[in-house]
Each structure stands twice: as structure tokens, then as C-alpha cells.
């Protein structure tokens, strides 16, 4: 007997109207076919409405009140694009009234608070997932292809790389780059996705020393560097250096060395070369090069992580990223947070 899903669209809303907000619309527009955008919530609505011009389909509708997507049975699923300081209440509320979530990054701002949204969606059996986009590049999957083939042999060392520069006025906003907002700095704001790319294709990791910094080129309140050593579980050893400080913007890119060869990624060129000689470059991915804001230019990889959150929906499958797993980053951020503070070696908790 085979088994038929409803394949008509999903209702989402969108929740937030910062920065990251056209390029969600601009997602969802394409992704017609799986999902429907039905309403924006927005402190300031009228501030919003301009968003209408990006979507291709009937216009949302734009509102401050909750309850027009708690109440609202055409909503199945609801993007989350808010500070990560408004998070908890506002998740509770949502799975309560069994909306499934997509969190923009990071979870929470804490490891115990971002447990805490996985645990209240996990009690009222909604699906949780992160937009974890990076790994919706065709270069990532093809890297993913790679390590899990087995043909490169153990993996020995990893070099993770977030050389990113952001202008002083971008930490001038209200709340960002500090603690009670956002949760930290460049780890839990920008690396966090590179971060995340990594882990999933190296595994855990076991041990973190390392040093987190505020350069004196920004006046904020986390760090905008962080540099870590790391131990995996599978023996393999790395570092981690991430940072808002390094002028011009440079590419964030993960290499990965095996026993057989290396494999190096950054945004849109693999290059595996063999140590018997052999080179293979593989470059899919258009991305403009001079891309170097702190705004997310395409969208392509926005639309692709939310049709496969629609398609977990329909199916009862998990999505790409899921809340649980999102927490192994948030782990190890946790852990160079700590190790920098106390000086020492932090052992992952298993």
C-alpha cells in the first residue's frame, strides 16, 4: 500500500521583520509550490508592508497581534526570525497552539535556555528545526557525499576559518553583540553557521581550550574573536578561529585533512586534492564574491532548508537540521565560552 502526503501548500508565518526578513519572503515566494505565506508579525506592522513587494503570491497580512497566527488554522508553520531574547515565551506560545517552528540561529542565548525550547517543543510534539542554510549549498552536500563515503580514509585535522569584518555601526544597534540580546558575539551570531557546517561533517568534538576576546577595534560587549584548539571524538585534532575583526571580509571556509587527502570548502568552491596527486575542484555554487555585507544577498539557500521543513511536516520525518541537533553547536560554543573564562581545558559533556 503506498502511503499519499497532502501536497497542497503549507500556511506559514513569519515572525520578525529585521534584516534577514527579505530574504525569507524572497524564499518563500519561490517555494510556492510547498508552502504559503499568510502573515508577518511585526512590532511596528506599518514599518513591514514594504515586504509585500517581494512575495509573488497574495499579499500576507501584516500585524503586531500573536494571536492571528495561534488562532489561525491555516498556519502549520511559523519562521521565527526574532532576537533570541524574546525566544522562550514566544516558542511556548506558538507550540502550545501546535505550530511547527523554524528557528532562524541561534536557538537561544544560553545553552540551558536553548534546551529549554527543544524540550517545549519535544512536550507538545511540534517539529523543531534550525536554518542552518550553509548546508543547503551544493558544495556542502557534496563535501557531506565525500566524508561519507569513506574513500578519504580517518580524518586527522580540521582547520575551521570566520574571517569576517563588521563596521562598528553594526554593533551600534540597540542590544547587539551583548549578552541579553543576542547571546554573545561572533560565535553565537556569525560562526555558529560555519560551526555547524563542520560538526556535521567531522563529528563531536571531546575537548576545547581556547580564548575569546573584544578587540579594541569594536565598543561592544561580547567577544569579536575567539580562537580554540580541538580534540574530536574520533581522535582527529583542530582550531577554530572566528572573528568580526579581520578587515577586508574574507571567505569562511572548513578544510578537512585525511588519511588519503584534504578536503577544503568555503562558499562556493570544493577542492579535494589526493595525495596519490590527484585534483578535484568542483565550484556549483554562484556566489558573488563582493558579497561582504552582513546581509544575506540570495536566497536560494534560505528556500531550500524551508521546503525540506515543509516536506519533514507533510511526512513526519525530521528535518535537515532539528532543534536537538542544533544543540551540539551550541554546545561547543558553550565550552569555549567556559574554557575561556576559566583559563583551562573543557571536556564536552557526552
Not at 489561525?72 to 532576537?83: E, G, H, K, L, S
Request: with cysteine.
Amino acid at each position: 500500500m503506498t502511503t499519499t502526503f497532502n501536497t497542497s501548500p503549507i500556511g506559514v508565518a513569519l515572525i520578525g521583520a529585521g534584516m534577514i526578513a527579505k530574504t525569507h519572503v524572497a524564499a518563500l515566494s519561490d517555494a510556492h509550490d510547498r508552502v504559503r505565506l499568510e502573515t508577518i508579525v511585526s512590532r511596528h506592522p506599518e514599518r513591514a508592508v514594504y515586504l509585500a513587494e517581494l512575495y509573488a503570491g497574495t499579499a500576507p497580512r501584516f500585524t503586531s497581534d500573536l494571536s492571528s497566527v495561534t488562532d489561525n488554522p491555516d498556519v502549520q508553520m511559523v519562521i521565527v526570525a526574532t532576537p533570541p531574547s524574546v525566544r522562550i515565551e514566544l516558542i511556548e506560545t506558538l507550540a502550545k497552539a501546535g505550530k511547527h517552528i523554524l528557528l532562524e540561529k541561534p536557538v537561544a542565548r544560553t545553552m540551558d535556555e536553548s534546551v529549554q525550547v527543544v524540550e517545549i517543543c519535544e512536550r507538545a510534539g511540534v517539529t523543531l528545526g534550525m536554518l542552518f542554510q550553509h548546508r543547503m549549498r551544493a558544495t556542502s552536500k557534496a563535501a557531506a557525499r565525500y566524508v561519507a563515503s569513506g574513500e578519504l580514509g580517518s580524518l586527522g585535522h580540521v582547520e575551521i576559518s570566520v574571517p569576517l569584518w563588521r563596521e562598528q555601526s553594526y554593533y551600534d544597534e540597540l542590544g547587539r553583540g551583548t549578552y541579553a540580546r543576542d547571546g554573545g558575539g561572533v560565535l553565537m551570531t556569525q560562526a555558529i553557521h560555519t560551526i555547524d557546517l563542520a560538526l556535521s561533517l567531522t563529528g563531536p568534538v571531546a575537548s576545547v581550550q581556547a580564548m575569546t576576546a573584544t578587540t579594541p577595534l569594536h565598543q561592544m560587549e561580547a567577544e569579536d574573536f575567539a580562537v580554540a584548539g580541538l580534540r574530536f571524538a574520533s581522535g582527529a585534532v583542530g582550531s577554530l578561529v572566528a572573528s568580526t575583526a579581520t578587515f577586508p571580509h574574507g571567505r569562511e571556509s572548513i578544510a578537512l585533512h585525511f588519511e588519503r587527502g584534504s578536503l577544503h570548502l568555503d562558499k562556493d568552491t570544493l577542492t579535494v586534492s589526493w595525495r596519490d596527486g590527484r585534483t578535484v575542484v568542483d565550484s556549483p555554487d554562484d556566489w558573488n564574491a563582493n558579497d561582504t555585507g552582513p546581509t544575506v544577498v540570495r536566497h536560494e539557500w534560505h528556500q531550500g532548508v524551508i521546503e525540506d521543513f515543509a516536506d519533514a511536516i507533510r511526512s513526519g520525518q525530521a528535518p535537515m537540521v532539528t532543534g536537538r541537533e542544533a544543540l551540539v553547536s551550541h554546545g561547543l560554543i558553550a565550552a569555549i565560552e567556559e574554557s575561556s573564562r576559566a583559563g583551562r581545558p573543557v571536556e564536552m559533556q557526552r
